[in-house]
């Protein structure tokens, strides 16, 4: 990595890419879809998974927490592998922006009406930008004055400071990609050390 001079350009670049990056609307990368609105007689045990607030945490899928509905939705409907749900509505004003990429191992699944989904050809770039504090500053503007929530209409608006050139853009996904597989590894590693723990407390004290 190199560090860039130019104040108007990120801090720090990789070698080989010096092309000025662009300000680009969210709108122009891809698309929103609202959410399915259901009825309680519409749940059931099994069938199709209706993604919720629930089922994002830290920033990625969990599914300890899941509604099934026995709907029929149109296929674009449904979520597709890179697609990233996002929280547009919520009780709590902190929930509202978090998000998660979609990742192959999702069951056959669509969202809720608090939520939304962009779908686009660079999503895996795009998940990148939302976790920045320039994401999170535009969620925070563009809240609702007395409902926590964000319209698509804004979220389309959403400006981003991206590279020109798309090999840029896969080089710092890739290199994202990296970090993220390392704190992964870690947080695994923490968990299998808190439950030794645990287990050897058990044995060691009566």
């Not at 927490?65 to 939705?73: A, P, R, T, Y």
């Not at 409907?77 to 929930?95: E, F, Y």
């Not at 920045?132 to 500053?137: D, I, P, S």
Request: aromatic fraction near 10%; hydrophobic fraction near 35%; glycine fraction near 6%.
């Amino acid at each position: 990595m190199m560090v860039s001079k130019n104040n108007q350009q990120p801090k720090i670049r990789f070698p080989g890419y010096t092309n000025d990056w662009k300000e680009e609307k969210l709108g122009n990368l891809g698309k929103t879809m609202n959410g399915l609105t259901y009825a309680p007689s519409d749940v059931r045990s099994s069938g199709l998974l209706v993604l919720r607030s629930s089922n994002v945490q830290n920033g990625e899928l969990c599914f300890d927490d899941n509604v099934f509905v026995d709907i029929e939705v149109p296929e674009e409907a449904k979520t597709q592998p890179d697609d990233i749900l996002i929280c547009v509505r919520n009780g709590s004003k902190k929930l509202i922006g978090k998000t998660a990429l979609i990742t192959e191992k999702c069951p056959n699944s669509t969202h809720g009406a608090f939520m939304s989904i962009f779908r686009g050809e660079k999503n895996i770039f795009v998940f990148q930008l939302m976790q920045t504090y320039t994401y999170h500053h535009q969620v925070y503007m563009n809240l609702g004055a007395t409902i926590n929530s964000i319209n698509g209409s804004n979220l389309k608006r959403f400006k981003f400071h991206v590279p020109y050139e798309v090999g840029e853009q896969q080089k710092i996904v890739s290199f994202i990609s990296v970090l993220d597989k390392k704190i992964e590894f870690v947080s695994r590693q923490i968990e299998q050390t808190k439950t030794f723990k645990k287990g050897l407390l058990q044995q060691m004290f009566v």
